[in-house]
DNA sequence: TTGCTTACATACAAATATGAATGTATATTA
DNA sequence: TAATATACATTCATATTTGTATGTAAGCAA
């Protein structure tokens, strides 16, 4: 296999994303070598380098591939239409997203690698300021959503829609942990409709 | 430095545990040699060898040093005793826990390590599995204060002491990670009280 | 005081990883 | 169709890390 079309080129590209995600997720990201996400790919060092000049490169390119989409969808979801239910609103976004790991075998994989099987140091640590900034913006939008919610008298008397978002951001981040971590489901993944409703029930008038 | 008395090898023992913190911490487990923790702690590779088999044995023993004292203080602290206020009690043991982190530098930089500086692959999965048994205990006794304060009738309307027991957890396992992952304090390290005080008031009748 | 053990330091061998350099056959393009 | 750039494979030189093996001086027990 020497000189692939474009096209063809394109799809080892991919392939090498994805075997490094298989990797990752198997043995971490430190311990996964160039070599290792080679033969998982189905070709040398030589391709990898070719795509990609180091492996902080590589996971970089492997987690946009999820997270720019999530964003986007997420800025999609918070967006402040007419909405005559904000609160079923924020209750529907975060149904949304535990969806998504759901469906999707690499979202999910990409949660977890990013929560436990890597670690924030160095060249990474820049990573962790990407996500803290996403953070901003979805406490801000949840605040938005509060904000609305308590003009329109769905909110218990006196809450502030400030704390409310932060209560409920912090919610979340703890569920997304937890679901990651639960493995078995037994825990977390089977009870998160049930928890999400609970957690906005507590805001209701 | 050839042979030092029994004190002194406890305490050499003591410094490499204290130096591989530091190094933990700054360069992440995987990343971290066994020479570097030598050097921090002003000794050879051989004395590091010689109190611990390996990288991994240093770990557990550094992070059990911070974790079961913590653990036993969580047990006391949620201990059903005759508690006027189960309410109170529980926002008191969530301050209590941040107040920890907030006062021992070990525990706090312990906390990190975990939370974004390690990975939980291979023999480290073990210890995964160790803080979610742990979450299991805290969830039960959760439960089992917010079962009291419903007795009391501090609750309001038809609050499920087992979902309020969760949501806590979730909001609370949010916080910790926001409250590592905050290093400016910025966001959330400078408003623990008032995020803790405004979830639990969002349970009071 | 002798002899054994301890608490390390030093030296060694093997494995593994990295990046770059080089090779090469085929697409692509002029 | 000839020249060139592409998409890799192969090779090489260089670190780095690990565990162990060996050395050694001083503490400690008899």
Redesign the interface.
């Known amino acids: 296999m020497v000189r692939q079309t474009k096209e063809n080129a394109e799809l080892t590209r991919q392939r090498i994303i994805d075997a490094a995600r298989q990797v990752f997720l198997?043995?971490?990201?430190?311990?996964t070598s160039m070599e290792q996400i080679a033969t998982a790919a189905g070709v040398t060092r030589g391709a990898v380098y070719w795509h990609f000049s180091n492996k902080t490169e590589l996971f970089s390119v492997m987690r946009e591939q999820v997270f720019l989409p999530l964003i986007d969808r997420m800025d999609d979801n918070l967006q402040l239409e007419n909405n005559e239910d904000p609160l079923a609103h924020i209750e529907n976004f975060l149904n949304g997203t535990i969806q998504a790991l759901n469906e999707s075998s690499a979202t999910r994989e990409t949660y977890e690698i990013m929560m436990?099987?890597?670690?924030?140091?160095?060249e990474f640590s820049e990573v962790?300021r990407q996500?803290?900034n996403n953070?901003?913006g979805i406490i801000q939008k949840l605040e938005q959503l509060y904000q609305r919610a308590k003009n329109k008298g769905q909110l218990?008397a006196s809450?502030?829609p400030a704390?409310?978002a932060?209560?409920t951001?912090?919610?979340?981040?703890?569920?997304l942990?937890?679901w990651v971590?639960?493995i078995d489901g037994s825990?977390f993944r089977n009870?998160t409709h049930?928890?999400i409703a609970?957690?906005i029930d507590?805001?209701r008038k």
């Open positions: 198997e043995r971490g990201v430190s311990r436990i099987k890597c670690e924030y140091v160095e962790l996500i803290l953070c901003d218990r809450k502030d704390q409310l932060l209560d951001h912090l919610f979340f981040s703890g569920l942990h937890m971590k639960d825990h009870r049930a928890l609970n957690h507590l805001r």
